[in-house]
């Protein structure tokens, strides 16, 4: 049996763009990691962070054999890598056009992480196929030519525990409607991650307006397990397809002073790093990072004032 890899749910080279400037007692780059659990605050290299080990292991709906998901992630994370440097680099006044090597990534990162997977799983077990909530984004071009892939699915009884693999698509959305639940495996979570990526791509990103903001000398940006977050209506745990609402908002930070907000709404944004850092906090599931131990710290207590006042 082949080991189980292991994955980094947030890449080494994204976490690095967000190291403290020098490095102290002989330790090599690291960030400053919050826990939301211990509420502990440590120094930690960014190869030692966000691991889940065989997370992506499997094709995730690719047919070639010998496929998977990590060695494709290992090749937008290493055209990302270029990108971002690149982009951060250029000054404002010569323009800010998004490469598409970090569009992708972005989208990538909005649908690997498992906070992000752990919520999806969860909006699926409990989807009812006979309410009628537009939960579901319709579905970009080039969608018709993707072909169904047959193989067995998982369905649940809720009231019993009773478990039946099923083949025909006919036969599962039957027993859906009837109440039963998917109950997603690693091969259902692989191609779900796959196809949200591609919808974050083609559907999500492309219709927000998007802007950089650069942080001033003194001021940084974190980042956490959930690095992309959006917010609609107010709430952060919404399907992607709530990015249609007029008030959605997506938040990436590229380094620790640079990031990009996408919006529906087109006025002026005036917003501050300690804002950005508050909003990417308070979408994280389990840490926040950044270069220096305050700007956690402040992160952190902004994210406990917000649930507060929810």
Not at 106 to 124: F, H, K, N, S, V
Not at 161 to 186: C, I, N, P, T
Not at 236 to 250: C, E, G, M, Y
Request: aromatic share 10%; glycine share 6%; net charge neutral.
């Amino acid at each position: 049996m082949n080991a189980a890899t292991q994955a980094h749910t947030v890449p080494k080279f994204y976490l690095r763009n967000f190291v403290a400037s020098e490095a102290k007692n002989g330790l090599g780059p690291y960030v400053w990691l919050g826990s939301l659990t211990t509420g502990e605050i440590k120094q930690r290299s960014p190869k030692s962070i966000s691991i889940a080990p065989g997370l992506y292991d499997g094709p995730g709906g690719f047919d070639e054999p010998g496929a998977s998901i990590e060695a494709h992630l290992s090749k937008i994370e290493h055209a990302a890598a270029s990108a971002i440097r690149k982009f951060v680099a250029t000054d404002l006044k010569n323009g800010a056009i998004v490469p598409p090597e970090i569009w992708r990534f972005l989208a990538w990162q909005a649908a690997r992480t498992p906070g992000w997977m752990d919520l999806e799983e969860e909006w699926i077990y409990h989807w009812d196929p006979n309410v009628d909530v537009p939960v579901v984004e319709p579905p970009p071009e080039g969608i018709s030519s993707i072909r169904d892939k047959v193989r067995s699915r998982c369905l649940e009884n809720p009231d019993t525990g009773e478990r039946r693999e099923v083949m025909d698509s006919d036969e599962f959305k039957a027993y859906h409607k009837r109440g039963w639940k998917w109950v997603l495996r690693s091969d259902d979570k692989l191609e779900s991650l796959h196809m949200q990526a591609w919808y974050f791509q083609v559907r999500h990103f492309p219709r927000l307006s998007w802007i950089r903001l650069n942080a001033p000398e003194d001021e940084w940006f974190v980042t956490s397990d959930r690095g992309v977050a959006w917010i609609a209506d107010g709430y952060t745990d919404t399907p992607p397809a709530a990015l249609r609402h007029p008030t959605a908002q997506v938040v990436a930070p590229l380094t620790k002073k640079v990031v990009l907000i996408g919006r529906n709404q087109t006025h002026q944004l005036q917003v501050t790093p300690r804002e950005v850092n508050r909003f990417i906090a308070s979408a994280a599931s389990e840490w926040v990072a950044g270069p220096t131990k305050s700007v956690v710290e402040q992160a952190m207590r902004d994210r406990a004032a917000s649930n507060d006042k929810d």
